[in-house]
T-cell receptor, first 116, second 115 residues
Framework: DAGVIQSPRHEVTEMGQEVTLRCKPI?????LFWYRQTMMRGLELLIY????????DSGMPEDRFSAKMPNASFSTLKIQPSEPRDSAVYFC??????????????FGEGSRLTVL | AQKVTQAQTEISVVEKEDVTLDCVYE???????LFWYKQPPSGELVFLIR??????QNEISGRYSWNFQKSTSSFNFTITASQVVDSAVYFC????????????FGQGTTLQVKP
């Protein structure tokens, strides 16, 4: 089975532009997570979904960030407008938990965002 | 508060040395899970191990071993006879007992294994 697929792998944009990051989780997984990794703050959970429903978005830095999961096979993380401090690697991860805590998180390869 | 502390920021060893990466966690939950992930230079995060709070048995997998001690809230990771390919950033993580898979990561330890 294919792993978690993220696109784009690299994105360079200018301040003020809209950025959309995309994620395809592993088929059959019921949880999807968006993490951000920076040197200063390490790995931070931004938001996660269960069966396409957002459960906890307390990690989303501010209103400029939004995430959606329109169906079980696709999620987006959008930043509008982008700022230089948003530069980071954004990871998507999925997991199969079902009725109990069964699975580890499977991570995508990450999307490296640079905002100039 | 839920927290994971990896006090060692960077470790450098020579190939074939044994090395232990420390992890200390904080949680008030009685049920929780602990993880180790590896992040090689290529950037992806690779799952290594999961442990639940009721299982304090040490685990060995090849050159890797894990020592879980609830009394000291520690979950340390030892690599025996290290190899250059072990060079990576290693993350310890805590999943509180809320059964969601939400992981709280430590800051990571960068391991450099020199030939």
């Amino acid at each position: 089975d294919a792993g978690v697929i993220q696109s784009p792998r690299h994105e360079v944009t200018e301040m003020g532009q809209e950025v959309t990051l995309r994620c395809k989780p592993i088929s059959g997984h019921d949880y999807l997570f968006w993490y951000r990794q920076t040197m200063m703050r390490g790995l931070e959970l931004l938001i996660y979904f269960n069966n396409n429903v957002p459960i906890d978005d307390s990690g989303m830095p501010e209103d400029r960030f939004s995430a959606k999961m329109p169906n079980a096979s696709f999620s987006t993380l959008k930043i509008q407008p982008s700022e230089p401090r948003d530069s980071a690697v954004y990871f998507c991860a999925s997991s199969l938990i079902g009725g109990g805590f069964a699975g580890e998180l499977f991570f995508g390869e990450g999307s490296r965002l640079t905002v100039l | 508060a839920q927290k994971v502390t990896q006090a060692q920021t960077e470790i450098s060893v020579v190939e074939k040395e044994d090395v232990t990466l420390d992890c200390v966690y904080e949680t008030r939950d009685t049920t929780y899970y602990l993880f180790w992930y590896k992040q090689p230079p290529s950037g992806e995060l690779v799952f290594l191990i999961r442990r639940n709070s009721f299982d304090e048995q040490n685990e060995i997998s090849g050159r890797y071993s894990w020592n879980f001690q609830k009394s000291t809230s520690s979950f340390n990771f030892t690599i025996t006879a290290s190899q250059v390919v072990d060079s990576a950033v290693y993350f310890c993580a805590l999943a509180p007992g809320s059964n969601t898979g939400k992981l709280i990561f430590g800051q990571g330890t960068t391991l450099q294994v020199k030939p």
